[in-house]
């Protein structure tokens, strides 16, 4: 009788041993892979510039037009919590890749400013052509 108890302790121990280490190992994999995940994030965040403000490009294409036609204003921006420009264009926001649509009437100098919850800003701007 004594060696049934045995026998039932020990299994009862061997099946607890058994769900710990897979408990264990489960949670060690969740864990890899979290970091395998913010790693490439870490990475990613790097190529686009890093962590803090800034504009990556801003340009039109094309950036001569004729009288009444239409270009593309791009931008790329990366830690901007607000985005606009001047002259006024409607539909902006913070994006790492972003094109709108102006109909200049004249040579205008566009400038994009970026922000962030900081309050520090930066700009760059760019000149829409008009052909003769």
């Known amino acids: 009788m004594m060696w049934v108890?045995?026998?039932?302790?020990?299994?009862?121990?061997?099946?607890?041993?058994?769900?710990?280490?897979?408990?264990n190992g489960s949670r060690k994999a969740v864990q890899a892979q979290a970091d395998k995940e913010l790693n490439q994030e870490r990475k990613t965040i790097d190529a686009y510039g890093g962590?803090?403000?800034?504009?990556?490009?801003?340009?039109?294409?094309?950036?001569?037009i004729a009288r009444g036609g239409q270009t593309s204003l791009c931008y790329s921006v990366t830690g901007a919590k607000t985005v606009r420009m001047e002259p006024a264009v409607?539909?902006?926001?913070?994006?790492?890749?972003?094109?709108?649509?102006?109909?200049?009437?004249?040579?205008?100098?566009y400038k994009l400013i970026a922000e962030d919850d900081a309050g520090h800003s930066v700009t760059e701007n760019v000149v829409v052509k008009l052909r003769p």
Request: glycine share 10%; proline share 6%; charged share 15%.
């Open 5 to 23: 108890g045995l026998v039932i302790v020990a299994a009862l121990l061997y099946d607890g041993w058994i769900f710990y280490s897979r408990q």
């Open 90 to 109: 409607d539909a902006v926001w913070p994006a790492l890749t972003r094109c709108v649509q102006v109909s200049p009437k004249k040579e205008t100098e």
């Open 51 to 64: 962590g803090g403000l800034k504009i990556l490009s801003f340009y039109a294409a094309p950036g001569t």
